[in-house]
C-alpha cells in the first residue's frame, strides 16, 4: 500500500499501487518521500516503441483537489479491530495482554445506562474482565480502569488500519502520533 498525504504532508488515507500510478499518471503527485520505490513498466507505445515505466514512492504527496480536506478531520471509524489495536491487545482493567479471541469491547458507562458507543467510552477488556463488570460503570464494579480511551488521530488511525506498514511509512506516521498514543513507545 501506499501512504498518501495532502499538500502539507498531513496523512490522508492508504491506497493500492494502481490508484498511485493513476495519481503518477495524471501529474497530481505534488512531492513524495520515503526510502522505498517501486518500478512498474507497462506496454509498448505505438510512436517510439518504448516501454512505459513509472517509478512510484512508498509515500506520496497529491496536489490539488485530489483529496477531500474534509476526510483530514473526520474521526476514524470504531471497531473492535482498531480498538484492540489502539489499547495494545492489554485489558483496560486487569492489564494483561490477550489475543484478540480473547478480548471484548467494554463500555465504560455501559449502552444499557446510555453509554454511546464511542472511542471516548470503550476499551480493551479480557472476557473475564467485562463479565465480572457486567451492566455496570467501573466504580459499580468497584473495578480500577488501568488507562484512559482516546480518539486516535488520522495518523495512528492509518497505523491502525494496515498490517503491512514499511519502515519508512511508519516512521512518517509515528512523528503525526499524539502525545497519549500508545503507539510512541512502539
Known amino acids: 500500500m501506499?501512504?498518501?498525504?495532502?499538500m502539507y504532508g498531513q496523512p490522508h488515507r492508504w491506497v493500492t499501487w494502481q490508484h498511485?500510478?493513476?495519481y503518477y499518471a495524471k501529474n497530481l503527485v505534488a512531492w513524495d518521500a520515503g526510502e522505498e520505490c517501486f518500478t512498474f513498466i507497462g506496454g509498448h507505445s505505438r510512436i517510439t516503441g518504448q516501454r512505459s515505466e513509472i517509478t512510484a514512492n512508498s509515500i506520496i504527496a497529491i496536489r490539488g483537489k485530489a483529496l477531500n480536506a474534509r476526510c483530514l478531520h473526520q474521526t476514524p471509524p470504531l471497531s473492535n479491530r482498531e480498538l484492540f489495536h489502539r489499547d495494545r491487545q492489554i485489558c483496560g482493567y486487569c492489564g494483561d495482554e490477550?489475543?484478540?479471541?480473547?478480548?471484548?469491547?467494554?463500555?465504560?458507562?455501559p449502552v444499557s445506562q446510555g453509554g454511546p458507543d464511542t472511542w471516548?467510552?470503550?476499551?480493551t477488556a479480557c472476557r473475564s474482565c467485562n463479565q465480572?463488570?457486567?451492566g455496570r460503570t467501573p466504580e459499580q464494579a468497584r473495578m480500577l480502569l488501568l488507562f484512559a480511551p482516546?480518539?486516535?488521530?488520522?495518523?495512528e488511525y492509518l497505523i491502525l488500519s494496515n498490517r503491512h506498514i514499511l519502515a519508512d511509512q511508519m516512521d512518517f506516521l509515528a512523528r503525526h502520533l499524539p502525545a497519549q498514543s500508545r503507539w510512541r513507545s512502539c
Do not use: E, G
Open 20 to 22: 498511485a500510478l493513476f
Open 132 to 134: 465480572r463488570k457486567a
Open 2 to 6: 501506499i501512504l498518501t498525504l495532502d
Open 150 to 155: 482516546y480518539v486516535p488521530n488520522k495518523a
Open 98 to 109: 490477550f489475543s484478540t479471541q480473547r478480548l471484548t469491547r467494554d463500555h465504560i458507562k
Open 120 to 123: 471516548m467510552n470503550v476499551v
